[in-house]
């Protein structure tokens, strides 16, 4: 540690202002210049290593998002740093389950974009009848049920990433919804349990 305290407070307030939850950390993790980025990953590292707490502060600052994206795209030391933030979270939030299952539903949906992203460009560069084969397996395997699931969860980052993947490749499940929910006809062919919807039934003129 420096002797000086001319040195030692500055750097106690920047370190303050990291670990405050202020959107300080996501202006810091998005600068221009890798060294900085990797410095900020390194600092976060060092938080998640501690408590619980400590690491649930991290969560609720929405850093890990730009952790996240920092993994895709910046240099391989950097890439490094961000990783060990990440890692070390998992490690320390063994005692809090919620952190777990946070980290891992963050990096499974990231992941999960970018390979429906992939099977939309194949989609694109196979011409009008293509289809997102991607999209067709994560329906083949009920991966759709987890996804919608997923739109009521607690954490609002978690359901803007869920939305944001249905909207971009699943734009057809209103209907698929639409369609699952319509009235049933019963023995006698008239419909049967059918309830006015709230405000009355609108009919549009032909």
Not at 92 to 99: D, E, I, M, N, V
Not at 124 to 142: F, H, I, T
Not at 174 to 186: N, T
Request: charged letters at 15%; a negative charge; glycine letters at 8%.
């Amino acid at each position: 540690m420096h002797s000086s305290t001319s040195v030692q407070m500055p750097a106690l307030c920047s370190i303050g202002n990291i670990v405050t939850g202020d959107d300080l950390q996501t202006q810091l993790l998005s600068s221009p210049k890798e060294g900085i980025r990797k410095e900020v990953c390194w600092m976060i590292s060092n938080i998640t290593t501690g408590s619980p707490p400590q690491i649930q502060a991290v969560i609720d600052a929405n850093i890990i998002p730009p952790l996240i994206n920092i993994l895709s795209n910046a240099d391989f030391k950097t890439q490094k740093e961000a990783c060990w933030a990440i890692s070390n979270a998992t490690s320390g939030g063994l005692h809090k389950p919620a952190q777990i299952r946070y980290l891992i539903l963050q990096v499974a949906l990231d992941g999960l974009d970018n390979i429906l992203k992939v099977g939309e460009t194949d989609k694109q560069a196979g011409g009008p009848r293509s289809v997102n084969q991607y999209a067709l397996y994560v329906e083949e395997v009920g991966g759709m049920i987890t996804i919608h699931n997923l739109q009521s969860h607690d954490n609002l980052e978690i359901y803007k990433n869920v939305f944001n993947i249905m909207d971009k490749y699943f734009p057809d499940e209103e209907e698929v919804d639409a369609a699952i929910s319509a009235p049933s006809l019963d023995a006698t062919g008239t419909f049967a349990d059918v309830t006015a919807p709230q405000g009355g039934f609108s009919f549009g003129q032909q």
